[in-house]
């Protein structure tokens, strides 16, 4: 099918969703009838590759809607010199689901979604030299450094990697390697990926000449050091409050293989320049924070996970190589001083308008919204879709950077523009972080109260791991 001069092929992949031909192409309103592939990345590869040539030569976009084989497709484009296609998701979003047969209308609105232009968000540039500090616990009795240096070896091999060794007192037995071998207790640590800056205490390097012992050499009090990323395999007090956004700081249990390869698959790519979003819009002349040095608001600073928002002055500052988009101080500013900027509210509302009209426009009735975030959130709806009842007919999902955005301003706006509920899922495993939501939620239900907006329960907060509880919640 074209639409907007964007070229979509729709598979139901081997035949395990039940598209209607006729029904999609009324719903999306086209003046063809579209074809419904079912095996795109596999014996039907070759009409990829032939939609690839096409788009190229009419300079149109091409969009799959498949983004578990995007690997393929991406590999496809390469071998063959053309811009990888862009994927979006109608299997767990809509067609694996108890109600399958049901979701054209919301595939509709997912595919009418998928062609419009995401404005380019301001970004910030980091430089890694691939700087690695490894720190570890010398532990008498148990294997963690023999783990940690095991780890370093393989490492290593990417990147520049420095162990250090807290605690150490005793002699230690291991073979110098060609990354430095220290010790010395980290006393204080700051910054962020590209940029962490340490303050450690009682440092000492390994002698290249140690033969059977570890012989550490010159000792000093305290040393500042710098490196691109920090893996913290210490099992102490984490570097950073809200240190799992904190990005290029890895913490992990020398007693979790699994933590270990993944933080090894991470980080071994993380040398060169990236571009790092700027999640936040501040503008300081609507900052309510502070005046004359007469302490106003302070609702940004209270509910950041990261620390990336400091005072400064009579107004607040934002480091955006801190901030993690958690979306927390633009669902709390009573001012609209401090903004998600990845997307803007204004985009997001955009998104949420289009997607409600599309959808009852397609013949969709009583439309509800899913907000979630694309780990966790994404994850959850996978194993409804797999091994429950997948998402019901009506529930419209819609994926954030951050679930933290959704304050009682965008809950206000979403009703308004027509979802009749809105659900909010919300990773368990960082519930204390978003404690201020239930009181976001309280405000937008005496806001639509005031309006006759308010149905019984129209805004729940979802806090399950559990994919049968959440299947029983929606």
């Keep these: 099918m074209e639409i907007d001069n964007n070229k979509i092929l729709v598979c139901n992949c081997e035949n395990t969703m039940k598209i209607d031909e006729d029904a999609l192409s009324k719903s999306c309103k086209l003046e063809k009838k ?20 096409l788009s190229n030569e009419e300079n149109k976009e091409l969009l799959i809607a498949c983004t578990q084989q995007e690997e393929v497709f991406e590999k496809l484009a390469e071998e063959n010199n053309f811009q990888a296609p862009k994927t979006f998701n109608i299997r767990e979003y809509a067609g694996w689901s108890k109600e399958g047969e049901k979701t054209i209308p919301k595939m509709a609105a997912l595919i009418n979604s998928s062609v419009k232009k995401i404005l380019k968000t301001p970004s910030l540039t980091l430089n890694s030299l691939g700087r690695c500090f490894i720190y570890t616990n010398y532990k008498n009795g148990d294997n963690s450094l023999e783990v940690a240096y095991d780890f370093c070896k393989k490492l290593s091999q990417h990147l520049g990697v420095t162990l250090m060794i807290a605690n150490c007192e005793e002699e230690i037995i291991l073979e110098p390697q060609n990354f430095k071998i220290t010790k010395g207790n980290i006393n204080k640590a700051q910054g962020y990926f590209s940029q962490f800056k340490l303050e450690i205490n009682d440092f000492s390097e390994a002698l290249p000449s140690s033969k059977s012992n570890i012989e550490f050499g010159e000792y000093f009090k305290s040393v500042d050091t710098e490196c691109d990323i920090i893996i913290d395999l210490s099992e102490n007090t984490p570097m950073f409050t809200g240190d799992h956004k904190r990005d290029g700081y ?20 993380m040398i060169g320049e990236f571009e790092k979003p700027i999640y936040v819009n501040f503008n300081d002349s609507l900052c309510a924070h502070s005046r004359n040095e007469k302490s106003g608001c302070s609702k940004c600073l209270d509910v950041c996970p990261a620390s990336a928002i400091q005072t400064s002055g009579d107004v607040v500052s934002v480091d955006p190589g801190i901030c993690g988009g958690c979306g927390f101080c633009g669902s709390v500013c009573p001012s609209g001083a401090i903004q998600t900027d990845y997307p803007s509210l204004e985009i997001m509302l955009g998104d949420l308008s289009n997607l409600h ?12 919204l899913l907000l979630f975030d694309n780990n966790f959130g994404n994850q959850m709806i996978n194993l409804l879709s797999r091994y429950g009842s997948g998402l019901p007919a009506n529930l419209i999902p819609y994926s954030m950077h951050s679930v933290g955005r959704a304050g009682h301003d965008l809950m206000v706006s979403a009703i308004a523009i027509g979802f009749k509920k809105i659900f909010i899922l919300v990773d368990p495993k960082n519930i204390e972080e978003f404690n201020f939501l239930p009181k976001q939620i309280e405000l937008a239900n005496a806001l639509l109260s005031g309006v006759a907006k308010n149905e019984n329960n129209s805004i729940i907060m979802i806090e399950e791991n559990d994919p049968e509880k959440l299947e029983e919640i929606i």
């Design 34 to 53: 579209c074809k419904v592939y079912s095996n795109l990345c596999g014996s039907e590869l070759d009409t990829v590759s032939k939609q690839m040539t």
């Design 357 to 368: 009209d599309d959808f009852i426009e397609a013949g969709g009735k009583n439309p509800a």
């Design 250 to 269: 890895f913490r992990a249990s020398t007693n979790s293989p699994k933590d270990l390869l993944e933080i090894f698959a991470k980080s071994i790519d």
